[in-house]
C-alpha cells in the first residue's frame, strides 16, 4: 500500500508540475537589468506593437507583440527558458506574463516599470 502512495503521489507530482500555471514574477527595473548584463536570461521579449518599436528598443530583445503571443511556441519550444516580458505598459507586461504561464512557460518575469528603465 505505502509504495502505491509513493508511486500516486510522484505521478501526481509530475502531473501537477507539467499543467498547472506558475505565476509570472514581477522584476524591478534594476534586478532586471543587471540579469540581462549577467545573461540570466534566455530571452527579453518585447510584447509592444511593432509599429511602437520602431521608436527603439531594448538591443537584446525580440519582438513578439500582444496580440502574436499565443504563437510563441513556435519561436520558443522549451518551456522551462528563463523569459523576461518588456513593454511601454506594466499591464501589457502582466498580460502577456499570464499568457505564457497558461501556455506553459515556467520561469517568467516581467518588468514593473517601462522598458526604457532598462537603458
Known amino acids: 500500500m ?7 503521489g510522484i505521478l501526481l507530482y509530475f502531473i501537477i508540475e ?15 537589468k543587471d540579469k540581462i548584463n549577467n ?5 527579453v521579449i518585447d510584447v ?6 520602431n521608436t527603439g528598443y531594448h538591443v537584446y530583445s525580440m519582438s513578439i507583440p500582444l496580440e502574436e503571443i499565443d ?3 513556435k519561436k520558443i519550444k522549451n518551456k522551462n527558458r528563463k523569459i523576461l516580458v518588456i513593454s511601454n505598459s ?7 506574463a499570464n499568457k505564457l504561464s ?10 514593473n516599470s517601462n522598458w526604457t528603465s532598462l537603458i
Not at 507539467?18 to 532586471?32: C, E, G, Q, R
Not at 545573461?39 to 530571452?43: G, M, S, T, W
Not at 497558461?102 to 518588468?111: C, D, K, S
Request: charged share 20%.
Open 2 to 8: 505505502k509504495i502505491q502512495n509513493i508511486i500516486l
Open 18 to 32: 507539467k499543467f498547472i500555471p506558475v505565476d509570472p514574477v514581477k522584476v524591478l527595473p534594476s534586478l532586471a
Open 39 to 43: 545573461l540570466k536570461y534566455h530571452y
Open 48 to 53: 509592444r506593437p511593432a509599429k511602437h518599436r
Open 71 to 73: 504563437n510563441i511556441t
Open 90 to 96: 506594466i499591464n501589457m507586461t502582466k498580460i502577456a
Open 102 to 111: 497558461h501556455l506553459g512557460y515556467r520561469n517568467i518575469e516581467y518588468l
